[in-house]
Every structure is written in C-alpha cells, then in structure tokens.
C-alpha cells in the first residue's frame, strides 16, 4: 500500500494494537477501539464512497456525534480523496423546525454528493434532502453495506496539496456562519505544527469533551491526537455537561497530559464541582491545558489554578491559545516551558486586564495593524492578521453563500487573514481583546463587549449570562447590557460597569427571559444578532435607559460631544410623551420614554423605582415601585424626543476597521442556535 505524504493519514497506513480512542459509555464504561479497528472502518467507508463515484471534487456531509463511526466517516471520506463537511446534531431539546432549517442551510451550502447521519440526525436530514433535493442521509454502516467487497482504492487520499479535506463552517458570532475551505496541504501543516507546540509522543493519553462539529475539537483533539499516535478518551458534549466529575476523574486516573476547552469548560468545572469530590484524585501529569475559542480572563486561570493546585495541577499546565476557522485551528499557543501572562490593556479601557495568548506555532506569522493596514509598534492596539501555512483557501462561494458582507470584520485573501479581531503584540505574544465590531469608541478609546461581560464576572454575573452590545444611533454612541433571566444585584452590577467603561455613552440594560440570547455553535453570544434585534424592536425583554447623571456633569468639551449633550437636555425637559406602538425599525417599542418593552413582556419603570435598579437609590416617590413624573424623562431613546425624529436610521458600528465613523448595520439574517440560560465561542 502506497504510504499517505499527510501526517493526519499516516496513523492509518501503520495503525497501532495497543493505542486507539476510548469512548465514554452512557454510564461509567469506556468502549476502546484500537487504531486497527478505526483505520479498518476508514478503508471499508473510502471503498464504498469510492464505489460510489465520490472522490475528489466532492463533498461528503456528515451529522454525527463523537463515536467510532464518526472517525471511520471522517477519515474514510479523506481517504476516497473527498472534502468533509460537518453539522452538528440536534442539540438536547432543540426544536426540530430550528435544527432542520440551521442543518439545511449548511447542507446547502455544502452540495454534498452524500449525507452520513446517526440516528438522532437522520429523520431530520431526511426532512432537509426532501426539500433541498440533496441525497438522503445514510447511517455509517449503511454506506459500508453497500459498498461490499469494496476498500480503501489505490492511491486513496488527496492527490494535489490544494485539494479541500474539510468544509468547515465558522461559528458564527458576527453573522450566519460561513462555509471554509480547508486543503489537505493546510491542515497538514496545522497537525504538525500543534503536534511540535505541545510536543506530542505515541501513547501519550489525551482527554476532551469538545464536539467534533468544531473545529477545536476536530482538528485541535481528534485529528492531532490520532496523527501523533495518543491514546485518546472522549467525551459527549453532554455527557460532560450532565457529569463534569466523570471527566476530571479521566484526567487523573489515566494521567492525562493533554486535554483543551473554552473558558467557560473551566468556570463549569468550578460551579460543579466541590473540592469533597476532588479527594484522591491527582492532575500532575497535566502539562497542557490549551483554553482557546473565546478572550480568556486571567482571574478565571488563577480561579482554576487554587481550585485545583491541593490535587498537584500546576499553573503553567495552562495553556491559553488563539485560533480561527479561517487558519484551520491554531494560530498562537503559550509554549511548553513558558507560563501564561497577563497585561493591562494599552490606551485605558479601565485598565482591564488582558491574557496573552502565546506565540505564533511553527509555519504561522501574526502582526498586529492599523487601519491603513501598516504595522504598528508592541503594545499598540489594533487589528490581528494572520499569514502562513495553514491558511484555508477561502470561503464557499455561490448563491447559497455568499462572500462576507459589512456585518463580518474578517476576509481572507491572497495568503492573508485580516481576522477582524483586536488585539497587540508585547514582546512576540499575542494578546486578544475581541471583535472590532464587538468594540466602540467612546471619547477617544475604543471599549469592547468582552471587557464589559469580563468586569461584570468579576462581579458575580455568570458567564453566558450577560452580553454586552455597543452601536451608534445617529451619532449617539449606545451600550447596553441583555441580562438573561437576571437575579438580584445584577442590574447594579450592569449599571456600575457601564459607567465605569462607557462613560459618554447612552447606557442601556435589557432583563430577557431565558432562551432569549443566541449563541454560535460554540457557545458565544451573537451580539449583532441582538444588536439587529433589539434596534427592530424585536428582542424580547424589559428595556431600562440607566440614569447617569454623573456623564452630564463630565460631558466632553469638544464641539460635538457639546452637542450632542445639548440634545440630551433640550429632550429631557420635554413632558411624558405619548405611548409607542408597532414595530418600526430603528423606533423602540413600549409604553414610556425611558421604560421600554421589546418582544413579550411588560415594560418596567427606568428611574430609581425601578426593582432592577433598586439597589441605586430609593425612589423619588418615596419608596416603592410606583412610577414617579421624575422617572418619565424622555431621553434620546425616545421615539417623540427631537433626537430620535431627526437621527438617521439606526447605525451600527463600522466592522470593517475600528473607526468612530458609524456605517449601516446589516446583520446577515441566519438561523441561529438558543441555549437556555446555559452554553455547551467565533
């Protein structure tokens, strides 16, 4: 048999007795299927998608959660030379109609000349091949059935470099999620390099729970750590979620050196766990704990580092780790031998602290540059762009996808990835900030959604519990804070952050009902979704204007901001005005100026009587929850206010570069994924 020149295929032309992937049972047991096994059922699927006719060129779909047949689909599919293309299953308790039409945009984005699907898929992809015409799902062991007596065809695998292996989607956090073309060539040089960063050894035992759907679980876990020859233990993502013991019981028992998540991994670990259930168990044998897919806050790591220090975890086992979709997975890494660091954010930002992200991995080259695209100095704010080896080759193109629009910061051209994402270099290392278009510039600093959602865990809101959103309104910089399903305190603690970090800015909070934030597919909040929905009238919750009066007294004494303050009085003197009705776009929906209801719900009174805002003062009435005449102050919110008739339609930041200039908001209509008060990241 002709050896395969890539690295993620090679484990199959030797595959090893011994060593494999151990999958968790429903209870407490571990299936193993040694590397014989899972390289045989890759054979068996290329011959029979081979029989098929499906080789290169073509796209083979696959729904299917972590078990043996899913990697025998995978690796089979790149063995017949075809590109793979993944959708996630139905979440627990999903809608069906959400999850067909989300699993039918990505299948028709995808044109696949096959469809693999387990069976909490199948009936659904059934529903989505009947209305896009695409072929009909097939089980695993369907498609080997019907290509018996076929296997593994000679010369299987990608025959040129440039051939795409993986479809694989972004998460989505900007707009609808955006189908990447990943050649065989760029994820070679991603294998390796992560493989070279965490310096991985056959037999080596690894962990994870992350879903195979994305691509830091695929690529970062399942892939790499089957090329580098580990002995691997997976989980469900829910059966994670469900027993978090279970899994830090894998790590210690086996003696685990490798495992990764996004932060929140960590914080649910904490939440669930109490130190009793830690006893005899030992984490010494970490030493890389890669925490990537979302900005990491360096209280969450020293958190994770004291909860576990008394069972031999060491800080330097943390590993916080930059990476995209649109590089394959990894960028950056702290490497083996450094421990992770942190700095104040450059240029204010009420000096928020920042963790770094390591350095760039082998074949990867990361400046940091303005928005004339020149590079700027180290500790200089500006945009992340990405060149080398592991670039993908661009995005799906066609009348089902569309090339990124205004609403996404991120293009990929020429060999290089302007990221769209914020951040600053300080001696090699990347530090992260976030989205420029999760980012505002108020008084000449740019302030961003993760530094406000970071300072409000600091102050006990749970993470996927808050999300921030900044914009323009005319030229009034807006931020607003949805709290879902909020407890009491929450609001204070909304109201002091915001004045603390947007100070200049119109500040908002919005009490929603659970299941009203969306999140990508990794778990992070979609807050131009929000954004869009909220200036529609259409995000369900209860609408507060916090008062600020401390931001009149400061205001600015340059001429525009002057201005803009005048406005604010001119319409504060103003009487009650009139009741709000329908849905206008740009116009909010309620029953009050400054007490607005948006979606189902009723509207709350915003002043000091408010109960979400209780705990800033008594009320003007003297007490209680009774509106007073000082609470229904019209404010620039206000649909009869002279700012809001003559404002422009609603703005939102510009996207493309981190500007004060406004450009209008066009946030891509997408389906998109509800988690109930909890997630299972970009």
Not at 91 to 102: G, H, I, S, T, V
Not at 122 to 143: D, F, N, Q, T
Request: proline letters at 8%; aromatic letters at 6%.
């Amino acid at each position: 048999m002709m050896r395969h020149q890539y690295s993620y295929l090679r484990w199959i032309d030797s595959p090893s007795p011994r060593y494999g992937l151990h999958f968790a049972g429903e209870k407490d047991q571990w299936d193993f299927w040694s590397q014989e096994q899972l390289a045989e059922l890759a054979r068996r699927t290329a011959g029979a998608l081979a029989a098929q006719g499906i080789g290169r060129g073509d796209v083979v779909v696959m729904a299917h959660g972590t078990g043996p047949e899913f990697v025998g689909s995978l690796f089979g599919t790149m063995l017949a030379g075809a590109a793979c293309s993944l959708v996630a299953p139905p979440l627990p308790f999903q809608a069906a109609d959400e999850y067909r039409a989300q699993a039918g945009r990505l299948v028709d984005v995808a044109r696949p000349a096959a469809v693999i699907a387990d069976d909490e898929s199948l009936v659904h992809l059934k529903e989505v091949a009947a209305v896009l015409g695409s072929p009909p799902p097939v089980r695993p062991a369907e498609l080997i059935a019907t290509g018996a007596g076929h296997h593994e065809p000679p010369g299987s695998g990608p025959a040129e470099a440039r051939d795409p292996v993986l479809l694989q989607f972004t998460s989505g956090s900007t707009q609808a999620g955006r189908g990447v073309r990943v050649s065989a060539a760029a994820l070679d040089a991603n294998v390796r390099a992560i493989m070279r960063w965490v310096r991985w050894s056959p037999g080596e035992p690894a962990a994870g729970w992350l879903p195979v759907h994305h691509d830091m679980g695929l690529v970062g876990c399942l892939i790499t750590s089957l090329a580098a020859g580990c002995d691997g233990w997976l989980m469900q993502p829910d059966q994670f979620i469900r027993k978090p013991i279970r899994y830090l019981r894998c790590l210690s028992e086996v003696g685990a050196r490798m495992t990764a998540m996004p932060g929140f991994g960590l914080a649910y670990l904490m939440n669930r766990i109490s130190p009793r259930q830690l006893a005899g168990l030992d984490f010494s044998a970490l030493d890389a704990v890669i925490v990537g897919a979302e900005r990491i806050r360096p209280q969450l790591l020293e958190a994770f580092h004291e909860f576990l220090a008394p069972f031999g975890f060491r800080r330097e086992a943390l590993r916080p780790a930059y990476g995209l979709a649109e590089a394959t997975v990894c960028v950056t890494g702290v490497p083996l031998g450094e421990e992770w660091t942190s700095e104040v954010l450059p240029a204010g930002d009420s000096d928020i602290e920042v963790t770094g992200c390591g350095r760039p991995v082998d074949g990867v080259e990361v400046r940091v540059v303005d928005e004339d695209g020149q590079p700027v100095p180290d500790r200089t704010l500006g945009e992340i762009v990405v060149t080398g080896t592991s670039l993908a080759d661009g995005y799906v193109t066609g009348d089902a996808a569309k090339e990124p629009g205004p609403t996404s910061g991120t293009s990929l051209a020429d060999g290089v990835l302007r990221t769209g994402d914020a951040g600053f270099l300080s001696g090699g290392q990347l530090f992260v900030l976030g989205r420029l278009g999760d980012g505002l510039k108020i008084r000449g600093k740019m302030v961003f959604a993760e530094s406000i959602e970071a300072a409000l865990q600091e102050r006990g809101v749970p993470e996927r519990r808050a999300a921030a959103l900044l914009g323009i309104r005319g030229d009034i910089p807006v931020a607003a804070v949805v709290l879902e399903n909020p407890r009491e305190g929450w609001a204070r603690a909304v109201a002091e952050v915001l004045e603390a970090h947007a100070a200049g800015a119109e500040l908002l909070v919005i009490a929603a009902p659970r299941g009203a934030m969306p999140v990508t597919s990794s778990g992070k909040p979609r807050r131009r979704v929000m954004w869009q929905a909220l200036t529609e009238g259409r995000l369900p919750g209860e609408i507060t204007t916090i008062r600020a009066s401390r931001h009149e007294a400061a205001a600015p004494r340059i001429a525009g901001e002057r201005a803009l303050w005048a406005r604010f009085r001119r319409t504060s003197r103003r009487p009650q005005a009139r009741p709000l009705t329908g849905n206008e776009s740009g116009k909010w929906s309620g029953h009050s100026p400054r007490t607005h209801r948006s979606g189902n719900g009723p509207a709350i009174c915003p002043g000091p009587c408010s109960p979400l805002l209780a705990a800033r003062g008594p009320s003007r009435t003297g007490g209680g929850t009774a509106p007073s005449a000082a609470c229904h102050v019209p404010g620039p919110w206000s649909r009869n206010s002279r700012s809001s008739t003559a404002a422009p339609p609603w703005r939102s930041l510009s996207t493309a570069r981190y500007s004060s200039m406004p450009s209008t908001s066009s946030a891509a209509a997408g389906t998109t994924t509800y988690c109930g008060g909890h997630s299972a990241e970009r």
